[in-house]
Every structure is written in C-alpha cells, then in structure tokens.
C-alpha cells in the first residue's frame, strides 16, 4: 500500500518514466536496427510503448548473412516468409478491389 493518492502515484510514476526515456530509447534503437520495419515509440503520458510494424519492410528485411549454407530451420523460415509475403500481397490486391477465387 502507498500513502500517494492514485493522482500522485501516477505522477510519481510518470516523472521515473520520463527519467528513463533515454536510456530506453538506446534500447528501443537496438530492436529496431535488429528488426527490419519495427518502430518503437514510448508515450510517458500514458505511461505506454507503441510497437509498429511495417509489414513490407519486416518481411522483406534483410537476412543476416553469416556465410554458413542454411540450416533446415533457416530454410523452414524462408518458406514461411515467402508464404507470408504472397499472403500480403492477395491481401493488398483484395483491398485494392481484386475478386480472387479462394
């Protein structure tokens, strides 16, 4: 229990948030170099985080080439990203208005 009353808690809390938002923003900058097409956005006056994504961006995001040939997982993923990107792209083209047979 807190002798704050719930405004004063939230204020409390928000300054902390607000005291923290470099240093977080150091490692929201991390995950969106390390994931192609996320972008992280801290609201402190919600006391929230925003996570986009573009989806065009994140799937066609560049893989790490580490000069290995491809393990059976690798290859698992790269199967289902380019099924994920012909499902947007039936996905844009409904939008857009297409009649696609099912």
């Given at each position: 229990s807190s002798r704050l009353e719930t405004e004063e808690k939230d204020q409390v809390a928000k300054k902390a948030l607000r005291s923290l938002e470099a240093v977080l923003s150091e490692d929201f900058s991390g995950v969106e170099r390390g994931l192609p097409g996320v972008k992280c956005f801290l609201d402190c006056?919600?006391?929230g985080l925003d996570l986009s994504i573009s989806e065009g961006d994140f799937l066609q995001g560049q893989r790490r080439d580490t000069g290995k040939a491809p393990t059976n997982?690798?290859?698992d993923e790269m199967r289902l990203e380019k099924k994920l990107r012909e499902i947007c792209a039936l996905k844009r083209r409904q939008?857009?208005?297409?009649?696609?047979?099912?």
């Open positions: 006056s919600t006391f997982q690798d290859k939008v857009e208005g297409e009649k696609l047979e099912k």
